[in-house]
């Protein structure tokens, strides 16, 4: 890692959508990033929706901490609904966003920032099915492929990755995607 690499988790559980992890995942290492898997159990194989693709979780949720990181990722599909209840992500996801960190969340992603509180008076998107939930939690859905407010870079569906990408990649301070 050099002086100008980022420390990057992903917050990880099964069931995640395959390439929403896969692609963000390759491209930020390609660039000369860490990225740290953190997931409800440290060793834990996780596999993605469509079976294509697993990952072993580097640490447990009650070993992370948001201070260890430049940014997060938190990939969509069902991997967030599994997520939720996990108090030590939610405290590590509030904590990166107090800091000014990135937070890159894609399709079912968001829901993390719902549970965590962060969306009062921001700008994102997400899975369009959550539309209803991002504007009674006090955001802003906008319909578009990428979305970036202040720390917060949002997507919606595997088919904007490239622009979820790029954006991520440009928050972490090299050269796009």
Avoid: W
């Avoid at 159990?41 to 901490?65: C, F, R, V």
């Avoid at 997400?126 to 539309?131: K, R, T």
Wanted: hydrophobic share 40%.
């Amino acid at each position: 890692m050099t002086d100008q690499a980022k420390k990057v988790a992903f917050l990880l559980a099964n069931d995640f959508e395959d390439s929403e992890m896969r692609n963000p995942y390759e491209a930020i290492t390609k660039n000369g990033h860490a990225a740290v898997i953190i997931s409800l159990e440290k060793g834990a194989e996780l596999t993605g929706e469509h079976g294509t693709i697993s990952y072993t979780s580097h640490l447990s949720a009650d070993e992370a901490n948001a201070a260890d990181y430049d940014a997060v990722v938190i990939p969509g599909g069902k991997s967030p609904s599994h997520l939720l209840e996990n108090e030590h992500l939610i405290a590590f996801v509030r904590q990166m966003d107090t800091d000014g960190k990135t937070i890159a969340a894609i399709c079912h992603g968001p829901q993390l920032l719902v549970k965590a509180g962060l969306l009062d008076g921001r700008n994102l998107t997400a899975y369009p099915g959550l539309h209803q939930q991002i504007n009674d939690s006090g955001g802003r859905f906008i319909d578009n492929a990428v979305v970036v407010d202040e720390n917060l870079v949002t997507s919606r569906t595997p088919e904007d990755e490239p622009h979820f990408i790029e954006e991520t990649i440009k928050k972490l301070g090299v050269a796009a995607y």
